[in-house]
């Protein structure tokens, strides 16, 4: 490669622990060349974004040794003064982060956040750089931009707080971008417009980027060079499409094989394990078929009909209703012994809404919920407690979940010694078992929650829902936040543990390949309401409703010789739940397409 943009050579970058430095980045070397994208990837710990804030000089210089060269267009950027970096950081390099709302002022509006990072760089006056503001706004498809400029952050969605970090980034024309897990946070459809916009920015800046990612879809859709790392050390570097055709290193093939690719399950009857390689050999293990669990000839485990809840906005000092959020609206299923139904949709559908009400963990305001043929809409607080132990869920954060003052083996006792279904004395040898069942170790009852991986929290989730017996199990985005081969790993323990307890799930997530993997059915929610239901083959094979057709569209394929088709995603933004309050829903129909499919009336 001739003349790079980026040029990272033998890169160490080591922390201060008392008197003490570990290094985490080992003498790592890659390139980024003019217009080209470069995805740097591995999972959690391996330094990809220790990478990032090396190249950017933000790590605090206090704690932080940094060694080797990193040159710009040729310039050399380690040992530059705090004021010299600072002209490189915004002018000549731009960066994008994951979680917009820590990077933006909550108290600033975004036109005048963008404006001052303008005026930093450029002697152009306030009015010039508000002009130029709205402009960038403009760019990232952000409509209204010269109202929105107004605005703050907590205005925004997700998917246009990140817009607004891309206009940020870009606002004074840099020649690289690094963009850190820009869309890891976002729908599937937020993700797929993002990408786009990278990629038809950079042709209109002919910029380079460095695309930070532990998704290999996304690296399919976006990269030109993939650079892989592994525990601070570059394990692969090649074209993307090598590497996606015909991985060299067993942690590459690990990687790759954890990918849940939609259209894989297309002849399955069941759901199916991933076939996970070992990232020390890179052998496949085995993708064995799930059991046949469903009982399709017994009472539904869990019935749900007319499922209603709205939550009222009150303003002014008299409280007066200003209008309501319509979370959930008129949702009608059943869920039969030993079945999945997936419930999916981007974030303010209502589906994290209408798991908390099942469980009465938010009051619904209408309908019925029965648990084995039992009404508990309406119980009281104690009677609940006692038919919760039959319906347990799983957070999508396990560390925000566990309390973190409570070793595991405490917080897989709780619930035991709270329903009586364990005493003190038979408590140990219970944890003990729960942990192996879940894959982990009894001696792992000691730990805290902080002692623990991300995946590992997780089936500590797990362990403690299954404590209780439970027949029912929502899992709320239980595995979205997790690495690739960590969920692969998580979901193939829960089609285990189906199996072998005949547990039903109500498995609510917005990714919809790891969705085609676990579900036996699928319900697909838009604004509070069920739009199509059907089994897994009908949703995926023969999606009825253009909103389903919008979700399948969106994801991205792990290949990266399909990544010229047309999406036909849109660019519009999530609409809105909340209604004027004397708002009165519209009566629903649905068309029956087979047997088990519907699709509501458009």
């Not at 001739?2 to 890659?30: C, D």
């Not at 450029?122 to 402009?135: F, G, L, N, P, Y």
């Not at 971008?177 to 002919?206: F, H, N, R, S, Y």
């Not at 004395?425 to 991986?453: C, F």
Request: hydrophobic share 40%.
């Amino acid at each position: 490669m001739s003349n790079p943009v980026l040029s990272v050579s033998g890169l160490k970058t080591s922390f201060r622990n008392r008197n003490q430095w570990i290094e985490v980045v080992h003498g790592v070397s890659f390139a980024v060349g003019t217009r080209e994208t470069v995805a740097l990837v591995g999972e959690s710990g391996s330094g990809k974004s220790v990478t990032a804030m090396s190249i950017m000089q933000l790590n605090n210089p206090v704690n932080t040794r940094t060694e080797g060269s990193i040159q710009l267009e040729g310039q050399e950027l380690l040992g530059l003064s705090g004021h010299a970096m600072n002209e490189v950081r915004g002018k000549r390099i731009g960066m994008i982060f994951q979680e917009p709302m820590t990077s933006l002022n909550p108290v600033m509006p975004v036109g005048e956040q963008i404006a001052e990072a303008i005026m930093a760089h450029k002697a152009v006056s306030h009015a010039e750089a508000r002009a130029e503001a709205i402009r960038q706004l403009d760019r990232v498809r952000i409509p209204d931009a010269r109202t929105r400029a107004a605005e703050h952050a907590h205005q925004f969605s997700g998917g246009m707080r990140q817009r607004v970090m891309i206009a940020m980034a870009l606002a004074c024309g840099p020649r690289l971008l690094i963009a850190d897990e820009p869309t890891t946070a976002l729908d599937v459809t937020i993700q797929a417009q993002i990408i786009e916009l990278i990629k038809a920015l950079q042709d209109e800046e002919d910029m380079s980027v460095l695309f930070i990612t532990h998704d290999m879809g996304v690296v399919a859709e976006i990269a030109d060079r993939t650079v892989v790392m592994r525990r601070g050390l570059v394990v692969e570097d090649r074209s993307t499409i090598d590497i996606f055709a015909a991985p060299q290193q067993p942690y590459t093939k690990a990687l790759l094989s954890a990918v849940p690719k939609l259209g894989a399950m297309a002849d399955e009857p069941r759901p199916r394990k991933f076939a996970i390689a070992d990232p020390q050999t890179g052998l496949l293990g085995e993708a064995a078929a799930s059991a046949d669990t469903v009982d399709r000839q017994a009472a539904p485990v869990l019935e749900v009909k007319d499922l209603t809840t709205r939550f009222t906005i009150r303003s002014g000092m008299m409280g007066r209703v200003k209008g309501r959020v319509h979370a959930v609206e008129k949702v009608s299923f059943s869920l039969q012994p030993g079945e999945t139904l997936s419930l999916v949709g981007e974030s303010g559908c209502g589906k994290s809404s209408t798991g908390l009400s099942i469980l009465q963990l938010v009051k619904p305001t209408g309908g019925s919920v029965k648990l084995d043929g039992e009404e508990i809409v309406g119980l009281t607080d104690e009677e609940l407690r006692t038919r919760r132990k039959r319906m347990q869920m799983i957070f999508q954060d396990p560390f925000a979940s566990l309390n973190p003052r409570m070793t595991v083996g405490g917080a897989i006792a709780e619930p035991m010694l709270l329903h009586g279904m364990a005493t003190p004395k038979d408590v140990p040898e219970r944890i003990a078992e729960l942990l192996e069942r879940v894959g982990l170790s009894a001696a792992m009852a000691n730990r805290y929650p902080h002692q623990l991986s991300g995946g590992q929290r997780q089936r500590v989730c797990i362990a403690r829902a299954l404590a209780v017996k439970p027949s029912v199990i929502v899992a709320d985005e239980s595995v979205s936040a997790l690495d690739v081969s960590i969920k692969a790993q998580v979901v193939n323990l829960m089609l285990e543990l189906q199996e072998s307890l005949r547990l039903s799930y109500l498995f609510i997530s917005h990714d919809m390949a790891v969705v085609e993997r676990v579900s036996h059915r699928v319900a697909v929610m838009f604004l509070g309401e069920i739009v199509e239901m059907g089994t897994r083959a009908e949703i995926f094979a023969n999606p009825q409703h253009p909103y389903t057709r919008k979700l399948l569209a969106a994801i991205p394929v792990a290949d990266p010789t399909q990544r010229q088709r047309r999406r036909n995603i849109g660019n519009d933004d999530v609409k809105s739940p909340v209604r004027r309050p004397e708002y009165v829903p519209p009566v629903r129909a649905y068309a029956q397409v087979s047997d088990s499919h519907y699709v509501m009336a458009q």
